[in-house]
Nanobody, 124 residues
């Protein structure tokens, strides 16, 4: 059974930082494309960042480029999202997602496995 467990969310002031973690189990982590998505109240899922299982440059949404950094530690089955210079518009539930051998890196419908989400709230 595949499980993705996120942690690290919380309340932070604008300009602050948070680091989200997502630990995966039940799959061969090195074969999984890992993505972060977010959903604000009343809005659709929004792509944030992702790393292909095969390596290569990370992909970011324009709205977070230069502020967020995605990384992975295959030895720990963990993907991270370092979020700096946070803005109130970053407030959302953040989800970790996995797609084994996946290539459609920004399309949330292509991801097979999802975590339960972690709330990030940025106050102005």
């Amino acid at each position: 059974q595949v499980q993705l467990v996120e942690s690290g969310g919380g309340l932070v002031q604008a300009g602050g930082s948070l680091r989200l973690s997502c630990v995966a189990s039940g799959l061969t982590f090195s074969t999984a494309t890992m993505g972060w998505f977010r959903q604000a109240p009343g809005k659709e899922y929004e792509f944030v960042a992702a790393l292909l299982w095969s390596g290569g440059a990370p992909r970011y949404a324009d709205s977070v480029m230069g502020r967020f950094t995605i990384s992975r530690d295959n030895a720990r089955n963990t993907v991270y999202l370092q979020m700096n210079s946070l803005k109130p518009e970053d407030t959302a539930v953040y989800y970790c997602a996995a797609d084994v051998w996946g290539s459609a890196i920004t399309d949330y419908e292509k991801y097979t496995y999802w975590g339960q989400g972690t709330q990030v709230t940025v106050s102005s």
